[in-house]
């Protein structure tokens, strides 16, 4: 298994630009998660899905937009790019049927607006 | 609100000697916790986890330790390694769809 993959890996947008961030996970996890980091702070949670079809909101979610249009994918949209944005994207999945369990994380995106 | 925190933002450790990163949180109905290591420039790496109805959980090299009396967490590295310099998170369930709200992150310094 490939785990949480993520792409790009890095990018630099300009203010009022578009972009969408990629995650896939091939373990079958049901539950996925979008974090932003920014630096030397920990992870707060911008949307989080349960299922295919199902997404809301988490802790920071203005300014982004998410689908889960299949269990594997769950992509981040950022509709007007603006510098409080510059951060690394995380992209995490967890299984879960009767409780809490372990977030796998991917390698995140680090993204720069400008 | 409810919040995740540390009490030390970073800690300098002897090679072989064994490390303890202390988290306190405050969200009494928190039932899982889980410890994660994050190196420069990959994500959050698993380490070990806790769930409420225990006191202690080992794996290899590593102990967590949870007091629910005083809300607290620790992770306890034996035989500090220097691969195991990085931040460390604790993070706990926040309730539904096992969503976590983590803590700012301690830095482990392993010196030779």
């Known amino acids: 298994n490939a785990g949480v993959t993520q792409t790009p890996k890095f990018r630099i947008l300009k203010i009022g630009q578009s972009m969408t961030l990629q995650c896939a996970q091939d373990?079958?996890?049901?539950?996925m998660y979008w974090y932003r980091q920014d630096p030397g702070m920990g992870l707060k949670l911008i949307y989080y899905s349960v299922g295919a079809g199902i997404t809301d909101k988490g802790e920071v979610p203005n300014g982004y937009n998410v689908s889960r249009s299949t269990t594997e994918d769950f992509p981040l949209r950022l509709e007007l790019a603006a510098p409080s944005q510059t951060s690394v994207y995380f992209c995490a999945s967890s299984y879960s049927e009767t409780g809490p369990e372990t977030q796998y994380f991917g390698p995140g995106t680090r993204l720069l607006v400008l | 609100g409810e919040s995740v925190g540390l009490h030390l933002p970073t800690l300098s450790v002897q090679e072989g000697d064994n490390s303890i990163i202390n988290c306190a949180y405050s969200n009494s109905a928190s039932d899982y916790f889980i410890w994660y290591k994050q190196e420069s420039g990959k994500g959050p790496q698993f380490i070990i986890d806790?769930?409420?109805?225990?006191d202690k959980r080992q794996g290899q090299r590593v102990t967590v330790l949870l007091n629910k009396t005083v809300k607290h967490l620790s992770l306890q590295i034996a035989a500090t390694q220097p691969g195991d310099s990085a931040v460390y998170f604790c993070?706990?369930?926040?309730?539904?769809?096992?969503?976590?709200?983590f803590g700012t992150g301690t830095r482990l310094q392993v010196t030779l």
């Open positions: 993070a706990e369930n926040s309730g539904t769809a096992s969503k976590l709200t």
């Open positions: 373990m079958n996890h049901n539950y």
């Open positions: 806790i769930r409420s109805n225990m």
